[in-house]
């Protein structure tokens, strides 16, 4: 079965300060990656994803995330943050094949709170 | 274009009413999927559609929870004799057919059992 681990659930930083938040996934199989984010008060949000070629993946916003196969990890990073990323992250995965299982399994998300 | 809209946007019922939460999905769209969101459960998957295909209805908490989706496209989430533990924020999303493809996900519905 797939699962998804965020170890961080509650992140506090100042603005302008450098973000990497922890995503490591099980899985026996080839995987998507996503990284969606979810406003106070609005709807989850595509940030970036992976699907094949460069690990390195650039979303919107400045962020990007690295996709390490030999951890199974999917980390996201910013090297500054605003006050307007407060918000709640989730890390999600699928299955890579139409065969595999195509819904979404979704870590606990993080929390991360910009203070200006 | 418009994106996946859900209807009601909140909907609070007593403990043992039926309620019916609807999905708009992208048109064009061939996948939908329900997800719910929960404070203790975070986000889980419900139930999928794909075309014509059988649902995958393996993330169904319990024979209380049904979906369906007519003519390929609106679909419908019944939760049958609601119980308080069901209180959550009822997400859709949907998709093109491709394995590489997004999911683009509703506003939710956000449901209270009191």
């Known amino acids: 079965a797939q699962s998804v681990s965020q170890h961080n659930h509650h992140v506090i930083l100042s603005e302008a300060a450098s973000l990497e938040l922890g995503c490591n996934y099980s899985y026996g199989g080839t995987v998507n990656l996503f990284w969606y984010v979810q406003y106070p008060g609005q709807h989850l949000q595509l940030l970036l994803k992976y699907f094949s070629g460069d690990p390195l993946v650039k979303g919107i916003k400045g962020f990007e995330a690295e996709f390490i196969k030999s951890k199974f990890s999917f980390n996201l990073r910013k090297p500054s943050v605003q006050w307007s990323d407060t918000a709640e992250y989730f890390c999600?995965?699928?299955?890579?094949?139409?065969?595999?299982?195509?819904?979404?399994?979704f870590g606990s998300g993080t929390r991360l709170q910009v203070q200006p | 274009g418009a994106g996946v809209s859900q209807s009601p946007s909140n909907k609070v019922t007593e403990k043992g009413k039926d309620v019916e939460l609807r999905c708009d999905p992208i048109s064009g769209h061939t996948a939908l999927y329900w997800y719910r969101q929960s404070l203790g459960q975070g986000l889980e998957f419900l139930i999928y559609?794909?075309?014509?295909?059988?649902?995958?209805k393996s993330g169904l908490p319990s024979d209380r929870f049904s979906a369906e989706r007519t003519g390929g496209s609106v679909s419908t989430l019944t939760i049958q004799r609601t119980q308080q533990e069901d209180s959550a924020v009822y997400l859709c999303?949907?998709?093109?057919?491709?394995?590489?493809?997004?999911?683009?996900f509703g506003p939710g519905t956000r449901l209270t059992v009191l």
């Open positions: 999600a995965v699928n299955a890579a094949v139409s065969t595999g299982r195509r819904a979404l399994t």
């Open positions: 999303a949907s998709s093109p057919a491709g394995v590489t493809d997004t999911q683009y």
């Open positions: 559609f794909q075309g014509n295909s059988a649902p995958d």
